[in-house]
């Protein structure tokens, strides 16, 4: 196996306890406050609360700490809604009342692109119901062998420990009153050593357990776990050792929120937020304006998730994905619909070679939504499509800056923009932005 040079961190921790006082948010909602010039940001505080913090990170710019004591406490602040806030680090900001979430999300894009759309006003946010809206979720597991107990949950924040819980009021209702009986089942397997992770999935047609081992499961406990799923009407996948993953029973699932019904596996990407992805799906739309003799382009298109309702519009639609295994799905989906000018290549859009077919052809219009590292690379080669318009659908706010840069320097301008809350109580912030010749 290959070794790859991972520089240390910074173990520089002071022991000394700050006392500081919070004066604004950073662009994820972490209380900024400043020690001797230096910003120290601190999670979980509000601006105007005093707070004595310890240092967990000390580099020459600025420090990362954690609260210790608050000494006052905001009007602002509300109790968080999870037991396991304090520990679990999904939900970094249920202290911090929702209206203000969104301020904080909209007031840091803003900021983030102010350089490439400086008077550009931020169109309303797309929201949902801030509670119960996960629809996938991955569960750690790890049998701690000293205390004869299954470690069952989530990851502790900035720290691999996991934090056990037994239910979650962000994920969507069916799997969170799933969650205490599966962990009761697989406390009791007799090699709860070999227990990797666990994925949760809830489908528009049933709710999918799958289940990744380190080695193969006896048969008592395979048996088990099928009777499990079944007397829930589940459907299950088991991922064993190096084995493809199975499907065990129940039915394949299928997503339908853009009006298309779409098979996909638990291994493919689908948004977290079913709510706030149709109407992102719809807000696509709508800022494109595609015409019925226009062809459009769909980088990082996945299964299908935008490049179908596009099709309904336009003359013929080209999804670009990188995994092998969805532009399959994809295109299984397009003959099981029986649509003929929506067509996916498999291509790297971080490389391209130049010999793709289908990127010497003109597009009216171009839609990309990718993944955090942003566009890097096909960016900067978008201008040759001669497209009027761009939508570009970003989870990553630093990316979507520099890559609109890119796209000025092409001739385009930011028409429109604004702020999807896809993960409520989180500091992850998604947002999409309209840009035309």
């Known amino acids: 196996m290959a070794n790859f040079y991972k520089p240390k961190k910074n173990s520089n921790h002071s022991q000394k306890h700050l006392s500081v006082l919070i004066e604004k948010y950073d662009y ?26 310890q240092p967990i990170e000390s580099k020459s710019k600025y420090i990362r700490a954690k609260m210790v004591k608050l000494l006052n406490a905001s009007e602002d602040r509300v109790p968080p809604f999870c037991e396991k806030f304090a520990q679990c680090g999904g939900c970094s900001l249920q202290h ?40 996938r979720a991955r569960i750690s597991l790890l049998w701690d062998s000293k205390k004869s107990q299954l470690q069952f949950g989530f990851r502790e924040g900035q720290s691999k420990n996991i934090v056990t819980v037994e239910t979650c009021p962000v994920m969507a209702k069916p799997l969170a009153h799933m969650m205490p009986a599966i962990k009761r089942l697989l406390e009791g397997f007799s090699q709860p050593q070999i227990l990797g992770h666990l994925e949760l999935v809830e489908a528009d047609n049933t709710s999918v357990i799958l289940l990744r081992t380190s080695a193969e499961l006896r048969n008592k406990d395979r048996q088990a776990l099928v009777d499990f799923a079944q007397q829930h009407n589940c459907t299950l996948y088991l ?45 696509a739309l709508d800022w494109l304006d595609v015409q019925t003799n226009e062809r459009v382009l769909d980088l990082f298109s996945g299964i299908g998730n935008f490049t179908f309702p596009l099709s309904v519009k336009a003359s013929a639609v080209i999804g670009i994905e990188g995994v092998d295994d969805m532009v ?26 130049g010999d793709e077919e289908w990127a010497a052809e003109r597009f009216d219009k171009i839609l990309l939504d990718p993944a955090r590292a942003g566009a890097a690379g096909i960016v900067e080669s978008l201008s040759q499509f001669a497209a009027t318009g761009i939508v570009y659908v970003s989870c990553n706010p630093a990316t979507l800056a520099r890559d609109s840069e890119i796209l000025l320097a092409q001739g385009y301008k930011v028409v429109k923009m604004k702020v999807l809350d896809m993960f409520p109580h989180t500091g992850h912030l998604e947002s999409m932005v309209l840009f035309e010749k």
């Open 96 to 135: 911090m009342p929702y209206q203000q979430q969104l301020e904080v999300k909209q007031q840091a894009f803003r900021k983030v692109m102010a350089k490439v759309a400086p008077e550009q006003e931020l169109a309303a946010p797309i929201v949902a119901e801030p509670t119960h809206y996960r629809r």
């Open 28 to 53: 994820q909602g972490a209380g900024m406050a400043f020690s001797q010039g230096k910003p120290v940001f601190v999670p979980g505080a509000l601006i105007g609360e005093q707070v004595v913090c």
């Open 239 to 283: 991922h064993q050792g190096q084995q493809m993953a199975q499907k065990l029973c129940g039915d394949s699932p299928v997503c339908n929120e853009s009006g298309f019904s779409l098979d996909f596996l638990p291994s493919d990407f689908v948004q977290v937020n079913r709510s706030v992805n149709q109407q992102m799906v719809q807000q």
């Open 328 to 353: 399959a799905r994809a295109n299984e989906n397009a003959r099981s619909l029986a649509i003929t000018h929506a067509k996916f290549y498999q291509a790297n859009l971080a490389q391209l070679t």
